[in-house]
Every structure is written in structure tokens, then in C-alpha cells.
């Protein structure tokens, strides 16, 4: 694979993490859920307002439902008092009420009377009766001739606002008189629809409503209705103030709602009994509440209906913030996800384009070079070539005048020596030429590689270099194997490991030994001598072209080309070499020849 495609291919898997496609699904997906996220939040929010709000709704109508049956338990209480007793006097109903403490612990009850009804043939003798306990101003009120009177003889606390009341006649009035009769009929609790008190005044007047229970003689029956009116004695009551009422229940701080009490089925502003913000809802231009109810009451017989609504600034901040806080930081965090996939798309792209303009250029620059190295090995081929022919001239002249003109006077000592030097170095210099030819050859040969039998290559070798004939050791450790290898190669390989193997060696008896050992890669060979050695530091220079470690006399002279070959014939095969020594003591030259072989 070239650099190209592999730099094509490790960004294929991380572009598709960081491209334009992903950068937009990302931000449609981040995008989706922020707008899931305040959605979910809104729906949680309003649910936990509706609940709050469904909540309220249920302690208010409780509330109301619970204080009232309260109160009528105190009116049975007195209604009580007139059973167990069967007339109570005047002082003593007043220390019952008093006992009772109802300013205090009954917030809304205007006070509790007593009614009583009178015949008109009785009305003369009651206005008597009454004014004769020291009341010289009582009257039945209103004026005027009926069929049945009623008054109000007790009404405890005695106070301004309840004076107005005494001597009423509460029958004379359709709305009372209905639930005067129920209550006395039935023998039940039973409360008006909305009046005005005659307690009220012009200042602060609300309205309001009244609470009749009914009380018989003591001892006579009272299953009938006929019994009941015949043993009726007459009726504990109560007047309400529905402000002072409602205040009393819920109190005066209802922050996030407001309410509206109706009598009976009909939301009108006569039949509005109580209105917490004084204006009814109706009435309000732009009544649109986030939440609102209208809940069945039904009391002492009575049915109401109470439209509890919130007011405007009913959410609280984190209901109104948090899902708007969700989506804005959604948003952001969304850009900004589409933001740096966007930007490391864009360094990825600008990386890719630089990396790519580097990779053209290093093939081009490898191109050149190959080129050059070619064109160089051509020239040293041609060089050496050229050289050959008058270098072996030279040296074939420089011998023949040393072999015909050395006897004689012709030279003298330093012609000859002269001429010897010429001889020497043309020599040298013929040497020094083959090898580079060899060696520029290496790139330029087309070959195959083909089956080698190791061994016979090393008994050809070992005839031609004349080694037993110069009592040299060559220990041959056999089976050597047969290899896939280029021959020429192999041979030149040994010739020249052999020939140093000799050539640098100053021992009497010289020893070579040749073999190959198996290691986890492949086979390594070897060509060991008791030689001269080389030191450690000198192991990886003399492989490089012209590398010598000794003087041009010096063990027959050389040129520093042959293990520069070697290596690269290796090379070739796709082997190494190395080599491991000790000075004195002999060296060992180690290759391999790739797994082809
Ligand atoms: P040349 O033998 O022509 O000088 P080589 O490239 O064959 O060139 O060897 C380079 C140098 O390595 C030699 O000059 C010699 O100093 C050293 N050398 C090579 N083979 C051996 C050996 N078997 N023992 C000791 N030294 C060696």
C-alpha cells in the first residue's frame, strides 16, 4: 500500500466522525432533543402547577365544607340548650353565647339568635312581653298586616350591628322564609340564599346568608310535618357576613388564586355570594386564568358552586424559567457541538491537503533520486569501463619493461623501482575498477533465482581459490542445504568472505569453517575464521565502499569495495549481514538470505 492510500485510508474511519454530514446530524439530533428537553420540562412544570392548583382547589372547598359543619354544630348546640332546658331566658342564653367566645373562636358569625313565631292575635301580647323586660322601643319589623309573624327576641352578642336586627321579622322576607319553612318542616339545617343582613350599614356592606335550625317543644312528637309545626317552638339561627366568613376560613392572603361563591346553579351577580377580589370574573376584560375550576358545594341543603381561578402571576419562576433555561443552554451547547465538529473537520481537511502535498512531493523527490542513482551507476559503469581498457594496458607495458629491460644497463635502480610502482598500482587500480563494476552492476542485472546446491558451490570455491593446496583448513559442516537463491551471488558472496577469511590471517595454521544454523526466522550462515579480527568499533564501517582498516601494503592490499558488494548482494535477497569479532581472535561473518530462500 502506498503512503498515499494509507493516509486516504486511516481518514476514511475519522471522517466519519468528523465530516459535514455528521457535524449536521449531530446538530439535527442535539437540536431534536433540546426541543424534546423543553418540551418534557414545560409538560413537568405545568403538570406540577395543575397539580398545586388542583390541590388548592380541593383544601378550599374542604376548608368551607369543614367550618361550616362546624358552625352548624354549634347551632345544634344551642338548639340543645332549649331541649334540655325548654324555656331559656334571656340571660341565659346570652351566657351560653358568651361561653361560646364566637367572636374568637368562630370568626364569621355575625352572632346566634333566636326567632320565634307569633300569631297576629299573639302579636300585641309579645310586643308587651318584650318591651316590659325593659326594651321600650321593640317592634315587629317590618310594619304591617301577615298572615304569621316572626322576631328575633335573642341575638347574642348584643352589639349595635346585631340591635339592628332585634325584633325582625325574618318571615316577611321570601328569601328567609323558604329555609325557615324547610327547616321547621323538615326539622333540618337549613340556609338561605344570598340576602343583605339588616345588620349591614352603608359601610363595608357584604353580603350574606342564613342558617336555621328548628326547635320543638319538649316531649311532643315531631315525625310529621304536622307534628313538627304543631310542636315548633321556633329557630336557632345564625346570620352570616360571607366576607368576614371567608376571611375566617381561608384568610385574607390567597396570593396565587382567587375565588367566587354562588348560591344555587347560576353564576350571576346576584347569586354571588362572596368574591375574594371584588370584581367577578366575568366582568374581567381579559379573564383567561392558567388554571380555573368550578366546584359543587353543597351545604345544610343548600348547593353552591365556587369558581376558584389563578391569578396572573401564578407560575412560579423556576415553572416559567426552567424550560426556557433548557432550551437556551440547549441551543448553545448545540452550536457548539456543530462548532468544533465543523472546525476539526476543517484542521482534519487542511491536514489531509498538507499531508498529501508532502507525500507528492517526497515521490517526486524519490523519483529524482532514483533517477540520479541510476544515472550515476551508469556512469560509474561507463567510467570503469572505459578505465579498464587503458589501465590493463598500462600495467601489461609496465611489465614488459620490467621483464626486458630489469638485466642490463638500459635502467637503472630507480627506473626499475619506477617501474615496478606503475606495474603495483596499475594492478591496484585494475582491482579497484572491477570492483566497482561489480558493484554498479548489482542494480543494472536482470536475474532469476534458482535452485542452489550449497555445498557444491563450496567445493567449486574451495578448488578455485587452490585453498588445500595452501594448507589452509576448510571445515565444511555438512548437510549444507540446497536454497532458492540468485547463484552468482551466492558464489561471489563466499569467494569474497573466504578470501578475507585467508587474506587476514596471520596464523600458522589457518582455519575456516563454513555452515548454517536455523534460527526463528530462517537460516543464518556463516563463514568463520582464526584470523587477525576486528574491533568492535570498526564491526559496521568496513562495510561501507572503500572502508579499510589496514595500509595499501598490508595484507596484500585491497580496495574496501568487497563487503560493500557482499552486503548489498544480501541485500538483495532481501538477507543482512553482520559480523562478530573479537581482535585476535578470529571473526565470524554472519547473513541471511530473506524467506524466498
Ligand atoms: P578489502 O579486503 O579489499 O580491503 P573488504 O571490503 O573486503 O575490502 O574488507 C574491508 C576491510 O575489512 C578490510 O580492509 C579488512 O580490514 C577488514 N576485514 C574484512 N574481512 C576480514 C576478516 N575476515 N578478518 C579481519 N578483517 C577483515
Redesign the pocket.
Known amino acids: 500500500m502506498t503512503d498515499k492510500n494509507a493516509i486516504k485510508k486511516s481518514l476514511k474511519v475519522v471522517n466519519i466522525f468528523h465530516n459535514v454530514y455528521t457535524a449536521w446530524v449531530v446538530l439535527a439530533v442535539s437540536l431534536a432533543l433540546t426541543i424534546a428537553g423543553y418540551f418534557i420540562s414545560s409538560e413537568f412544570a405545568e403538570k406540577r402547577a395543575k397539580d398545586r392548583f388542583e390541590f388548592r382547589v380541593k383544601e378550599i372547598s374542604d376548608s368551607i365544607k369543614a367550618r361550616m359543619h362546624v358552625y352548624e354544630q354549634v347551632l345544634w348546640g344551642g338548639v340543645a340548650l332549649f331541649d334540655s332546658k325548654g324555656f331559656v331566658s334571656r340571660s341565659e342564653f346570652r351566657d351560653y353565647i358568651k361561653t361560646l367566645n364566637i367572636g374568637k373562636h368562630w370568626p364569621g358569625i355575625q352572632g346566634i339568635g333566636f326567632s320565634v313565631p307569633i300569631q297576629p292575635r299573639d302579636k300585641e301580647l309579645h310586643i308587651e312581653s318584650i318591651r316590659s323586660e325593659g326594651f321600650q322601643d321593640y317592634s315587629i319589623r317590618p310594619e304591617g298586616i301577615r298572615d304569621l309573624y316572626t322576631a328575633i327576641i335573642y341575638l347574642e352578642p348584643f352589639d349595635w350591628r346585631n340591635k339592628r336586627a332585634f325584633g325582625y321579622d325574618m318571615w316577611s322576607n321570601e328569601m328567609r322564609r323558604r329555609a325557615m319553612k324547610r327547616s321547621r318542616d323538615e326539622g333540618v339545617a337549613a340556609t338561605s340564599g344570598v340576602i343583605t343582613l339588616v345588620q349591614e350599614t352603608k359601610n363595608d356592606a357584604q353580603r350574606g346568608f342564613l342558617t336555621y335550625l328548628p326547635v320543638y317543644k319538649k316531649g311532643m312528637p315531631v315525625k310529621t310535618v304536622e307534628e313538627r309545626r304543631h310542636a315548633f317552638l321556633g329557630w336557632v339561627y345564625s346570620p352570616f357576613r360571607a366576607g368576614d366568613l371567608m376571611q375566617g376560613i381561608l384568610g385574607s392572603e390567597n396570593k396565587d388564586y382567587d375565588f367566587e361563591i354562588y348560591d344555587e346553579k347560576v353564576i350571576s351577580n346576584s347569586s354571588l355570594l362572596y368574591d375574594s377580589n371584588e370584581t367577578m370574573h366575568q366582568e374581567e376584560p381579559d379573564h383567561d386564568p392558567y388554571f380555573n375550576e368550578l366546584v359543587d358545594l353543597t351545604l345544610q341543603g343548600r348547593l353552591w358552586q365556587v369558581y376558584i381561578h389563578t391569578k396572573k402571576e401564578y407560575l412560579t419562576s423556576s415553572e416559567t424559567f426552567l424550560p426556557k433555561m433548557i432550551a437556551g443552554f440547549g441551543f448553545v451547547v448545540d452550536g457548539l457541538l456543530f462548532y468544533v465538529i465543523m472546525a476539526i473537520y476543517g484542521i482534519q481537511r487542511r491536514a489531509v491537503q498538507i499531508a498529501s502535498e508532502m507525500t507528492n512531493e517526497l515521490e517526486l523527490q524519490q523519483k529524482e533520486l532514483l533517477k540520479k542513482n541510476q544515472d550515476l551507476e551508469q556512469f560509474a559503469m561507463i567510467a570503469a569501463h572505459d578505465l579498464k581498457e587503458p589501465l590493463v594496458g598500462s600495467q601489461r607495458y609496465a611489465s614488459f619493461l620490467n621483464s626486458e629491460y630489469k638485466e642490463g644497463d638500459v635502467l637503472d635502480k630507480d627506473g626499475i623501482h619506477a617501474i615496478e610502482a606503475i606495474e603495483k598500482n596499475s594492478v591496484r587500480m585494475k582491482?579497484l575498477v572491477l570492483?566497482l563494476m561489480d558493484y554498479a552492476k548489482i542494480n543494472c542485472e536482470i536475474i532469476q533465482r534458482e535452485d542452489i546446491d550449497m555445498e557444491k558451490i563450496i567445493q567449486e570455491l574451495k578448488e578455485s581459490l587452490h585453498v588445500e593446496d595452501e594448507g589452509i583448513e576448510l571445515d565444511v559442516k555438512k548437510p549444507l542445504p540446497h536454497i532458492q537463491a540468485y547463484p552468482s551471488y551466492i558464489r561471489h558472496i563466499f569467494q569474497?568472505?573466504i578470501?578475507?577469511?585467508i587474506?587476514?590471517?596471520q596464523s600458522d595454521q589457518k582455519h575456516i569453517e563454513i555452515g548454517y544454523q536455523e534460527n526463528g526466522v530462517g537460516k543464518v550462515f556463516y563463514?568463520k575464521?582464526n584470523?587477525?579480527?576486528?574491533p568492535r568499533e570498526?564491526q559496521e564501517v568496513?562495510?561501507n565502499i572503500f572502508?579499510?582498516?589496514?595500509g595499501k601494503s598490508e595484507?596484500g592490499?585491497?580496495?574496501?569495495?568487497?563487503?560493500?558488494?557482499?552486503r548489498k548482494m544480501v541485500e538483495k535477497h532481501d538477507g543482512e549481514i553482520w559480523?562478530e569479532?573479537h581482535q585476535g581472535q578470529?571473526?565470524t561473518?554472519n547473513f541471511t538470505l530473506g524467506r524466498q530462500a
Open positions: 582491482n570492483g569474497n568472505l578470501s578475507n577469511a587474506k587476514y590471517n563463514v575464521d584470523g587477525i579480527g576486528i570498526h568496513i562495510f572502508s579499510r582498516l589496514h595484507f592490499g585491497g580496495s574496501g569495495v568487497g563487503l560493500t558488494i557482499t559480523v569479532s578470529g571473526s561473518f
